[in-house]
């Protein structure tokens, strides 16, 4: 089992950037793909970015070019650096594991991004 925990939302204007972090405690980090999710108001949760445990990310198209993923398996933890934040990006962002041994899923609690002038 592992638990997740988001941090580093908040506002920013048009053009900005930020960085999520996701912090995973728990056993067997090295088994989880790790990925950033994410949910506008009425909207269904879409995958923004993905990491697998050999570091090899995957970009949904909305955001190729300007997000970055990263993982740090020593401190387990994975970074999601936002660059040329635009309004569309404004949602809650959740990180996310697969253990791709077992199939267990996990979420964290998300945290705010919200993108406004």
């Known amino acids: 089992q592992v638990q997740l925990m988001e941090s580093g939302g908040g506002s920013v204007q048009p053009g900005g950037s930020l960085s999520l972090s996701c912090a995973a405690a728990?056993?067997?980090?090295?088994?989880?793909?790790i990925g950033w999710y994410r949910q506008a108001p009425g909207t269904e949760r879409e995958l923004v970015a993905q990491i697998t445990t050999g570091k090899s990310p995957t970009y949904a198209d909305s955001v190729k070019g300007r997000f970055t993923i990263s993982r740090d398996n020593v401190r387990n933890t994975v970074l999601l650096q936002m660059n040329s934040l635009q309004p569309e990006d404004t949602a809650v962002y959740y990180c996310?594991?697969?253990?791709?041994?077992?199939?267990?899923?996990?979420w964290g609690q998300g945290t705010q991004v919200t993108v406004s002038s």
């Open positions: 728990g056993r067997n980090y090295h088994n989880y793909h």
């Open positions: 996310h594991a697969l253990n791709w041994v077992t199939g267990a899923t996990y």
